[in-house]
């Protein structure tokens, strides 16, 4: 069974807008990453955030962890219709040794 | 800097016959990744290696799969018998020294249809 699971599986909102997705899993883990997939291209590595952090941010993003909750956000701010892709989060944990994909968000940003 | 290079981009071809995927890691990068994603089943991980040594396998579905990495810069997936159920996107990837608390750079993919 998948470690990671997002929600929702789709999203569609204009561009300008806020889009959050969130991430559930089920065990402790080491770290959480979001990658962010284009049509007919590979995964691109976005944010790590390690157990132990809460949040952090890069450009746009956001990613918030919380650990009691077994759950991650991801915010993209001032969305472009050049964010339109599947957005994966991703967990690591020490048991496993293997990095665990969720079924991915796919975001539409009409402009 | 160039990425992670996969060969080829698209693979169609019948049941039965042999298919190689390769993959040029990211030069340093000391861990190599084979995914697999489809629909149903989403991404999966088949195989990993580090310092050229395959770790866990435990991700390969069937002994028709087989992977090699016989230098640090060339990795290769290999199906033999292959058949219609192996159509897929198969995703290779590399990562620096830390393995699965690195993030990992994926190549744009070998979309293997098989007939």
Redesign the interface.
């Known amino acids: 069974s998948?470690q990671g699971e997002e929600d929702p599986q789709a999203l569609s909102i204009q561009e300008g807008e806020n889009a959050t997705m969130n991430c559930s899993y089920k065990t402790s883990i080491?770290?959480l990453?979001w990658?962010r997939q284009n049509s007919?291209?590979?995964?691109?590595?976005l944010i790590?955030i390690r157990s132990n952090e809460r949040e952090k941010h890069s450009g746009r993003l956001r990613v918030t962890l919380d650990t009691s909750k077994k759950s991650s956000s991801l915010l993209i701010t001032a969305s472009r219709a050049a964010d339109t892709a599947s957005y994966?989060c991703a967990t690591?944990t020490g048991s496993a040794?293997?990095?665990?994909?969720?079924?991915?968000t796919q975001l539409t940003v009409l402009p | 800097d160039a990425g992670v290079i996969q060969s080829p981009r698209h693979e169609v071809t019948e049941m039965g016959q042999e298919v190689t995927l390769r993959c040029k890691p990211i030069s340093g990068h000391d861990y190599l990744f084979w995914y697999r994603q489809t629909m149903m089943r989403g991404l999966e991980l088949l195989i990993y290696f580090n310092n050229n040594v395959p770790i866990d396998d435990s991700g390969m579905p069937e002994d028709r799969f087989s992977a090699k990495m016989p230098n640090a810069s060339f990795s290769t997936l290999k199906i033999q018998p292959s058949e219609p159920r192996d159509s897929a996107v198969y995703f290779c990837a590399s990562s620096l020294t830390g393995g699965f608390s690195q993030p990992q750079h994926f190549g744009d993919g070998t979309r293997l249809s098989i007939l």
Do not use: A, C, I, K
């Open positions: 998948q080491n770290n990453q990658y007919g291209r590979g995964l691109v590595h790590l994966f690591s040794r293997q990095l665990t994909f969720g079924s991915g």
